[in-house]
């Protein structure tokens, strides 16, 4: 940060900004994955297995580089249509690849709503909606 208010995207290579953000403009996502075992044994016939080392339990061979993952976006990309060649992809700007893979691969409930929100936190935030939304969200 600037200031502790304000955020600044740099290229890691060349130090020249790109973007800057402030606080207000920025969401993050915590993601923890564990895995549980009944005991000791459990876990450790996990390890022999030759997972447990980090990293998603995978060995650092077994896991794939940043370009091997943007090798296969960019030939899914390219069979759905979305560029013209998986070249094409893998040459254009990195930002640029990374925010097409967004719109191609994340889509949020009813993407053609008006308001793209998350409709079943919605009954819990206004409960008197929770018996409109429960055809669509269960629990």
């Not at 459990?42 to 016939?45: I, S």
């Given at each position: 940060t600037?200031?502790?208010e304000r955020w600044v995207l740099q290229e890691s290579e060349t130090g020249q900004i790109l973007e800057r953000y402030s606080t207000s403009d920025l969401r993050i996502t915590v993601v923890y994955r564990?895995?549980?075992f009944e005991g000791a044994k459990?876990?450790?016939?996990y390890k022999a297995r030759g997972f447990g080392h980090g990293r998603g339990?995978?060995?650092k061979e077994d896991q794939m580089s940043l370009d091997e993952?943007?090798?296969v976006f960019a030939g899914d990309l390219a069979a759905r249509g979305?560029?013209?060649s998986a070249e094409a992809a893998l040459t254009m700007d990195?930002?640029?690849l990374a925010m097409m893979i967004m719109d191609v691969y994340i889509k949020y409930p009813f993407p053609d709503a008006a308001v793209p929100v998350n409709y079943c936190a919605l009954g819990k935030l206004v409960p008197a909606l929770k018996p409109l939304l429960s055809f669509a969200?269960?629990?």
């Open positions: 600037e200031d502790g564990a895995r549980c459990e876990a450790e016939e339990g995978r060995r993952v943007l090798k979305v560029v013209a990195r930002l640029k969200c269960p629990l």
